[in-house]
């Protein structure tokens, strides 16, 4: 799919009667001291398609409750100002009432399932609008058809995915025909492909120009097309702008990059490049524009020298993969890079072994099914110590499920996985925990106390630590989290993206040699994101080993020296990043896409030392 370029969609029309009108808006939930968001005012109007950007705990998803009325009639919270939906008082009118003007499509989409079949779920919504049985067939018919799940339409919400469940949720918001759509991270879940046939059915859905979108979104990547607008929280919630694609996202990059919220990889990359005297005026967007101006700017402008093509080179250290294909699963295909030998383990850093070692994770023939269902099918998989592995594919491919089993949170069969020698289908919790730390997708799916220090303490009280260890531990692992301040507060009262930290706190305490992690950046903001993944990094770089569930692949890029790809329950691909990512074949069966630094830079002959580089952090001048 081809997006159209930024600011050339749908025109906002600010003289047209607001389709939902937010005044002096400030929240304040049950048992806090402290409005966030603090003070937001703005309108929407049919044809806009607003973009509301904040870093994380800026209530950028309180504020989406707070827009049907799930705030303050349904969570126990103060409302200040006002909030009309088509002229009427969220205040004063029901979430029926309202649902009739403004559709919802939440961060966890597993909050909104309530049927047992898909069609029943899309059709719930219009059903109890009251609408005739043919209107709500031809709604539902028409919503599942947009997100690709029309075939499965008599399948139980439970079979699909974690990213079919999002799309599900994105088809009850559009059979509901509401004037205004609020979507809360609605790609944040999907394969790359998938994320293209979303914004595509979006776009169809907002063409005609009656209809408005208000869309939270950390992919810039895939949204910047879309979007017509921008809004932006800071960090107490207060709007600090409010303009076009161009105006807030080109002219105040450098700004919102300090702020901490997403930008669009292109942009991030030209920021840096800036750094280093190349004269990236105006600030590129997309790949395509990024590639643009660098071609246009001949090498002898730059202040500085292009980096040296040797040190360019992939943008991931030299590693020896296996590549596997279906039907040849034994066999490895020969590396680029030079072989030195193929005993060692992948990956490398202070706590990486040698030799002949033995893998810490070893999957030998593993098949899983559930609820009759076959999830993964002979999957044989070794993970040496200390190494940072992606797991990719489409929505439904099984990683998650592999994942899970490698964890023990889906028990495999007895002598199928074993993660430092353990037996994971006869272990213990207990000694789970010790050898394999877990993050969840959805953060809430973890969360067993009643406070953020309880969350944390809970693992450290296990092991057998007095009072005053857990204190200090806790306190460090909170401190770290950016959450010290947070630690009396009820799990679920956090922000999304301070769950996440949470969950991945909670996991970090038992200290476990290995850590795996399912979307790790789920409900980040760039900067808690960036902080992550460099934390991630360091407990790399000091031994631990790394698996991550991502759809992200230009994380993948940045931090992963290896990708393993899932295609309907089977390992299809296994290699040093580069080489997956080099395999446009590999690429399309798994649903993904090439990073967009890659997409960007790859070929670049008027700057051959760019040409190279896959990873932000490879990129010349300086640290955005």
Known sequence: MTLPAPDAGHAHDA??????????????????DTRVPAHVSFTVTAGDVVLLLGPSGSGKSTLSLAMNGLIPHAIPATLDGRIEVGGRDTATHTVAQLSTGVGMVFQDPDAQLVTGTLLDEVAFGPENLRLPVETVLRRSEDALRRVGLWERRGENPDRLSGGGRQRLAIACALAMGSPVLVLDEPTANLDPAGIEDVYAALD?????????????????????GFVNRVVVLDHDGVVIADGGVDDILRGRAGELHELGVWLPVSTLAALRLRGAGYALDPLPLTPDELRDALAREAPGQTSSPDPAPAAAATGTAPREGRRYREGRTDTPLQSPTPAI????????GAGRAAGLEAPLIDIRHLSLRRKKTTVLQDVSLEVARGEFVAIVGANGAGKTTLLQSMAGVLRPPKGAVHVGGMDVARADDRQLSAHIGFVFQNPEHQFIAHTVFDEVAHGLRRQGLDDEQVRGRAGA??????????????????????????SVGTALVAGAPVLALDEPTFGQDHARAEELLTLLSELNDEGTTIIVVTHDMQLVADHARRVVVVDDGRIVGDGPTAEVFADAELLARGALRTPPLTSALSGLTEHPGLAGIARLSDLPGGTA
């Open 15 to 32: 003289s047209a009667a607001p389709l939902l009108r937010l005044h002096e808006v400030g929240i304040m939930h049950e048992g806090e």
């Open 204 to 224: 169809d859905l907002v063409a005609a120009g009656d209809r408005a979108i208000v869309l939270i979104e950390h992919n810039l990547d895939a949204a910047i």
């Open 341 to 348: 030998s193929p005993t060692l383990p992948r990956g490398a």
């Open 477 to 502: 692992i909170l401190a770290r989290f950016g959450l010290a301040d947070r630690q009396h507060v009820h799990p679920y009262l956090l922000s999304g993206g301070q769950k996440r930290r949470l």
